[in-house]
């Protein structure tokens, strides 16, 4: 009766038959375990296979083994469906001088974890058929060639010419390497290079035909370079184009002393080359990528402009508010107020002149809420112009600020008042007047400080302690300005504030004085008069 027989040999489980001449009675049903060798009957693994699975599942694991040899076809088939689901079993291999068969095949398949097989033979079909499956196949019978193809590749097995992804061919071919390469294509699914040791024209077609005929694809000749001639060359040109639609190319090769001796002449070149590419593409790709960003931010708030337009003009048409502001404040700007409608946050229009700089004015619940927000609170990287959290529309603190991003691309926001810091936009005096209004008050504010600081907080104040703290910032921030505009401040006077940034630290800030309205200059006018004819009526 037999028996089969496992033993386990470094990291292999040996699988073989055992013939007893005399047989225990309790062997009959029943198997042997021992540290020396594993006997089972052939009857108890068909009907125990799942035990039997398990039980080699976890010697395999224990002993870590990754092989396993069968003596023959036969111990195959009955023990490859134990090995279905055992992940430790990687390699098969099989003794015999017998061809592969089919039903060995689909027991291979079955097994989720075997990644190769060696076997004697194997017909062609079946090695594509385990190829799918993604399991390699290794045989052990050879092939006699006498074609100096074969024999410089080393092709003597059928496996080998199945998977081989490189080979050397010297030419000129004769008709038996022709014939044995034709063969080789036939058999091959990996090929991926043909290095030939010399230049021929006929050759060099004839492998391009042949691998394009039996469906090889991605194959690339490599031909040695250090002797081309101009014609070759020309000719490898009308090859590549001839083929190209097939996925075949034909690639020139220089030996290594070749190189050696052009390596740093040909570096200096292809660096000049890739450099140039990189610096054409980088500066394409920047223009296009600051012009598509700068024509949609321009939209953007173009539309945003031509809503807020709309709103005003309905508004100053009708004389009616949609949202009415504080009634204890006597609104002097409907316009500014109609915003409200839009935006609640709006507390002010600001206009520069010879600038884009000609917005609503808005105050969010801190300095950060607006820096990515727009004027309808949507998230955007233009953010709006907006005052310091601290200040108020309603009554002016002696400082009131006001910043915007500098979108220098765009010339959205702040992106223009960069001009303010050239003396051909400073020095002229119709741009030194800034216009900043209220819902409640008309205002005019006169520049008196232009200057580029390194990123600080310290002119950033809204309220002073005393006339002492007032005058020495207007000292400071006077001696920063790129010019003295002669103006002179008072410690009864109002100052605004426009802070940009030009860089990652460093800011442009515009410091301007409130202007006396006409009634305020009248009043003081009326009040100088009165006290002249006091005078006058009662000299001292």
């Known amino acids: 009766m037999k028996k089969v027989l496992i033993n386990i040999e470094n990291n292999n489980l040996q699988i073989s038959f055992k013939n007893h001449t005399k047989m225990r009675e309790d062997l009959i049903n029943t198997n042997i375990l021992s540290n020396s060798e594993l006997l089972f009957g052939v009857d108890y693994l068909h009907n125990n296979e799942k035990i039997v699975s398990i039980f080699l599942k976890e010697l395999c694991e224990i002993k870590k083994l990754t092989c396993i040899t069968f003596d ?9 469906p134990l090995l279905k689901n055992n992940n430790m079993i990687k390699e098969v291999y099989i003794k015999s001088d017998e061809t592969l068969t089919y039903a060995i095949c689909e027991k291979l398949m079955e097994s989720k974890y075997i990644e190769s097989i060696n076997c004697y033979n194997i017909p062609a079909f079946l090695i594509e058929m385990l190829d799918q499956d993604y399991i390699k196949v290794e045989t052990r019978s050879e092939f006699f060639y006498i074609s100096n193809f074969m024999q410089e590749n080393g092709l003597v097995q059928y496996s080998k010419m199945y998977y081989k992804t490189t080979v050397r061919i010297k030419i000129p071919l004769t008709e038996e390497d022709k014939s044995d390469f034709t063969t080789f294509t036939k058999i091959n699914r990996y090929l991926k290079n043909i290095k030939i040791e010399n230049f021929s024209n006929k050759d060099i077609e004839f492998i391009l035909k042949t691998v394009k005929e039996n469906h090889l694809k991605n194959v690339t000749i490599h031909i040695p370079g250090n002797n081309i001639k101009e014609k070759q060359i020309e000719f490898l040109k009308n090859e590549n184009k001839k083929w190209n639609k097939f996925h075949l190319k034909c690639k020139l090769s220089y030996s290594d002393d070749y190189l050696k001796e052009n390596i740093f002449k040909q570096m200096i070149l292809n660096t000049i080359k890739i450099c140039g590419l990189i610096i054409i593409i980088l500066v394409g790709s920047v223009i296009a990528f600051v012009g598509t960003r700068n024509y949609f931010s321009m939209k953007k708030v173009d539309l945003i402009q031509e809503n807020v337009q709309n709103t005003i003009h309905k508004a100053t048409q009708t004389g009616e508010l949609e949202i009415i502001p504080d009634n204890d404040y006597i609104i002097k700007n409907n ?45 955007d990287e233009n953010g709006w112009i907006y005052m310091d959290y601290r200040n108020s529309d309603k009554e002016l603190k002696q400082n009131t600020i006001i910043y915007g991003h500098n979108m220098y691309y765009s010339g959205v926001m702040f992106g223009t008042l960069s001009k303010a810091s050239y003396k051909s936009w400073y020095t002229k005096e119709e741009n030194l007047t800034i216009s900043f209004n209220t819902m409640y008050e008309t205002m005019d504010w006169q520049i008196f400080s232009i200057y580029h600081v390194n990123k600080t907080n310290d002119y950033l104040v809204t309220d002073f302690a005393n006339e002492t703290d007032f005058f020495n910032y207007i000292t400071m921030v006077k001696k920063r300005s790129f010019r003295d505009f002669g103006v002179e401040i008072k410690e009864t006077d109002k100052i605004l504030t426009l802070s940009t940034c030009t860089g990652d630290n460093e800011r442009l800030v515009i410091h301007a004085k409130k202007k006396e309205t006409e009634e305020v200059i009248d009043e003081i006018k009326e009040n100088n008069e009165n006290l002249e004819q006091t005078k006058e009526e009662n000299p001292i």
């Not at 023959?72 to 490859?80: D, F, V």
């Not at 229009?349 to 105050?363: A, M």
């Open 72 to 80: 023959n076809n036969e111990l195959a088939l009955i023990l490859l």
């Open 335 to 379: 316009y500014i107020a109609s915003l409200l409608s839009i935006n609640e946050d709006v507390v002010g229009w600001l206009k520069v002149n010879n600038t884009n700089v000609d917005y609503p004015v808005v105050k969010g619940p801190d300095n950060e809420f607006y820096l990515n927000k727009n004027l309808y609170k949507e998230k």
